[in-house]
């Protein structure tokens, strides 16, 4: 707790992704950092998948993307626990 001329106030949990004056952590990350985390995931997809032909990349892809926004939207900060 911080306290300003002697009230105590609460401060905003460590690993919460929130920092005062700087709001959601969502709001600070580039959407390019976004889209290479969907590529790391296709990558990761594409070597572990062994029928993954020529055709069956753009659904990867797809799914891969989808992936990367369930976790970014269900995450509740950046930190790792």
């Known amino acids: 707790m911080d306290s300003d001329n002697g009230t105590p106030r609460p401060r905003p949990p460590q690993g919460d992704g929130f920092r005062a004056g ?8 580039l959407p390019c950092s976004r889209q290479e985390i969907a590529i790391k995931i296709f990558d990761t997809l594409k070597t572990h998948l062994s029928s993954s032909g ?8 797809k799914i891969s993307a989808v992936f990367e926004e369930n976790v970014y939207t269900s995450a509740t900060s950046q930190v790792l626990v």
Do not use: I, N, V, Y
């Open 54 to 61: 020529q055709e069956e990349l753009p659904e990867l892809m």
């Open 22 to 29: 700087q709001g959601d952590w969502r709001s600070q990350s």
